[in-house]
């Protein structure tokens, strides 16, 4: 099982980035899929999610209106894009696949490696 992220970087305030997330190794379209993400000396923190299908999103009060999660079956992929990004947003983003759409880590049983998203102000 693989969850490769890919996508963060550097960007100033105000700027958008859109993170990938390609999987292998398990049956992607029977999973809901979440970002997550971890600030230095932060705990784990949920950002959005998304149902098996796509037709469910959830998302963190800190994510919404900004956010968006999608998700294309047939390419085993799921995306982060981030709009008007805040030096606030700074973090390692996971992705993570599990039994059912949550707003918390619980159930999510494959997890990313992380890829690293850097706003400065």
């Known amino acids: 099982v693989q969850l490769q992220a890919s996508g963060g970087g550097w960007v100033q305030a105000g700027g958008s980035l859109r993170l990938s997330c390609v999987t292998s190794?398990?049956?992607?379209?029977?999973?809901?899929v979440g970002w997550f993400r971890q600030a230095p000396g932060k705990e784990r923190e949920f950002v959005t999610s998304?149902?098996?299908?796509?037709?469910?999103?959830y998302y963190a009060d800190s994510a919404k209106g900004r956010f968006t999660i999608s998700r294309d079956n047939a390419k085993n992929t799921v995306y982060l894009q981030m709009n008007s990004l805040k030096p606030e947003d700074s973090a390692v983003y996971y992705c993570a696949a599990g039994n059912w759409i949550s707003t918390t880590s619980y159930g999510y049983v494959y997890w990313g490696q992380g890829t690293l998203v850097t706003v400065s102000s």
């Open positions: 998304v149902s098996r299908s796509g037709d469910t999103t």
């Open positions: 190794g398990f049956t992607f379209d029977e999973y809901a």
